[in-house]
């Protein structure tokens, strides 16, 4: 924990020794807890002002395979054919849409 000196407005110092009376805080220790409060306070409000969040949904719009993920051999690699001379070729598909199976 970090020592700090502060002055208060006379206000200031009246609330923070009738709320530490009131709650059986310290003083020191109602002022850490406000502390703490205004900066979650802060960090909430920063965090949805970022512009991250704007990118939800983006490619709920945007075309194409949506198995993927499961089937990421079959597009990278294209499908296993006939064995030809005892080797295995591949299929590649030749149309963007070719491997769609929905």
């Known amino acids: 924990m970090q020592r700090l000196q502060i002055s208060l407005e ?3 110092y009246e609330f923070l020794r009738s ?16 502390l703490d409060e205004a900066i979650q306070k ?13 990118a939800i949904g983006v ?10 993920s499961a089937n990421v051999d079959r597009y990278l690699y294209g499908e296993p054919v006939e064995a030809v001379n005892g080797q295995s070729l591949l299929k590649v598909a030749e149309a963007a849409d070719e491997y769609l199976t929905d």
């Open 10 to 12: 006379e206000n200031q």
């Open 19 to 34: 709320e530490a009376f009131v709650t059986g805080q310290s003083m020191a220790a109602l002022l850490r807890d406000l």
């Open 42 to 54: 802060r960090q909430d409000e920063i965090l949805r002002e970022d512009p991250i969040w704007q």
């Open 59 to 68: 490619a709920q719009e945007v075309e194409g395979p949506t198995d993927v």
